[in-house]
């Protein structure tokens, strides 16, 4: 509880909905050691595409998945910069990426 009433963490519903998405946990899990991170954040550098690829993953990035991370607060979007930070919230899910990135080589491939 905090002195402006209790406090509501993001729920494991929650939770497993934002990270059902590959790019969103990509970009989260990216943010654990590069924050701010603005050398084009909306694209996950271990990934390739086809020009046309890119320009879709793109307009979902700006118009879907970024908003949702956006709006859980687990990042801060600055879209004049286009530079996306941790959010007041990101803590609450650390330890879970943090899981996830330490078993990478554990999980299926398309997990993160």
Known sequence: MTADGPKHSVSLDATLDILSNRYRRRLLVALLEHNPQDDDPQIPAALTFTDEDLETLRIHMTHTHLPKLEKAELIEWDRDT???????????????????????????????
């Open 82 to 112: 286009n530079t996306i930070r941790t959010g007041p919230r990101f803590d609450e899910i650390r330890p879970l990426l943090e899981l996830m990135e330490n078993h990478a080589n554990e999980l299926p491939d398309d997990w993160l």
